[in-house]
């Protein structure tokens, strides 16, 4: 089973509907991140946890929200959501402390037409 | 601002033929350089972690070597399987949150052709 889960894989949808992406965690991690991946870009930081009561922005959080339901569990949400949102969604974990490596889910695949 | 340069953006090789990727890397004091795999419809999937300059790291065909100013990823001998996009990150001691996030450079794409 995957450590880092997220659903759904793919999903399209219409501009201005509000869609919610989820991730689950089985490694015992505090940190949670979410990061969008576009061709020529590489992976930006959209918002990141450090436990269940501590969330930060990144580097691209505009039209973006987030939820930290518990340590397990970290949802990215789109208010209404527009064409140059649609990117590959990722959703990683890390121990605390410094240098600690992320961990990657598999991703979902957004298309916003 | 930290910023992170990888090249080439794809790589073709044959099967046996040694390479070298680049990752050219600007922080305001490197905490970590982080080099990770990345397959087609997967999420990347960790390597390396490198602290400071003049330190390796090796893991069966893979090297990777960290300068003050560049890392390098080793390939020796490729297969076939090896074919993956490549990508480093960075970790600056301190940003402005001080919360330390990685920046990602956008990737060198190998394929290693049999």
């Known amino acids: 089973d995957a450590d880092v889960t997220q659903t759904p894989r793919n999903r399209i949808t219409k501009t201005g509907k509000r869609i919610m992406l989820e991730c689950s965690q089985t490694k015992g991690h505090d940190r949670m991140y979410w990061y969008r991946q576009d061709p020529g870009l590489g992976l930006r930081l959209i918002y990141y946890s450090f436990d269940v009561k501590d969330i930060n922005k990144g580097e691209i959080s505009d039209g973006y929200s987030v939820s930290r339901q518990a340590q397990a569990k970290f949802s990215l949400s789109l208010e209404s959501a527009i064409p140059n949102q649609t990117a590959l969604y990722f959703c990683?974990?890390?121990?605390?402390?410094?240098?600690?490596?992320?961990?990657f889910g598999d991703g979902t695949r957004l298309s916003i037409l | 601002e930290d910023q992170v340069t990888q090249s080439p953006e794809a790589l073709r090789l044959q099967e046996g033929e040694s390479s070298s990727l680049n990752c050219s890397y600007t922080v305001s004091g490197l905490r970590g350089l982080f080099w990770y795999r990345q397959d087609p419809g997967k999420g990347p999937e960790f390597l390396f972690t490198l602290y400071s300059a003049g330190e390796e790291k090796e893991k069966e065909r893979l090297k990777a070597t960290l300068t003050k100013k560049e890392s390098f990823l080793h390939i020796t001998a490729p297969k076939p399987e090896d074919s993956a996009t490549y990508l480093c990150?960075?970790?600056?001691?301190?940003?402005?949150?001080?919360?330390?996030?990685?920046?990602f450079g956008s990737g060198t794409r190998l394929q290693v052709q049999p």
């Open positions: 990683a974990t890390s121990n605390a402390g410094g240098n600690q490596p992320q961990h």
């Open positions: 990150a960075v970790q600056a001691s301190s940003d402005r949150t001080g919360r330390r996030a990685l920046t």
